[in-house]
Nanobody
Framework: QVQLVQSGGGSVQSGDAMTLSCVASSITTRYVCLAWFRQAPGKGREGVAQLYAREGTTNYADSVKGRFTISEDNEKNILYLQMNSLRSEDTAMYYC??????????????????WGQGAQVTVSS
């Protein structure tokens, strides 16, 4: 059974950096579409970044381009989200997600079947 187990998260100050991790079991991170989503209080879940390691392709939400980096360690089956220059508007619950794919999927929640448990990121200004 596919499982995604997240670690990381917490409270930081504006401008700080943080890395989220997501360990995948029963899937090979190199051959699936991997993504990070976030959900702020009172808002819908939005796509942050996607990686399809087999093609080496990534895409990012405009709001995080140049600040966030998605990557994976295919030997350890771990997905990462490196977040730099954090802002108060980045405060949200962050989720990793995975889905079998032949190419990158739309970065929307309905395109992904497997989800991590979530990690809270709080950025204070």
């Amino acid at each position: 059974q596919v499982q995604l187990v997240q670690s990381g998260g917490g409270s930081v100050q504006s401008g700080d950096a943080m890395t989220l991790s997501c360990v995948a079991s029963s899937i090979t991170t190199r051959y699936v579409c991997l993504a990070w989503f976030r959900q702020a209080p009172g808002k819908g879940r939005e796509g942050v970044a996607q990686l399809y390691a087999r093609e080496g392709t990534t895409n990012y939400a405009d709001s995080v381009k140049g600040r966030f980096t998605i990557s994976e360690d295919n030997e350890k089956n771990i997905l990462y989200l490196q977040m730099n220059s954090l802002r108060s508007e980045d405060t949200a619950m962050y989720y990793c997600a995975a889905q079998a794919c032949a190419s990158q999927r739309k970065l929307v929640p309905s395109e992904f079947h497997y989800w991590g448990q979530g990690a809270q990121v709080t950025v204070s200004s």
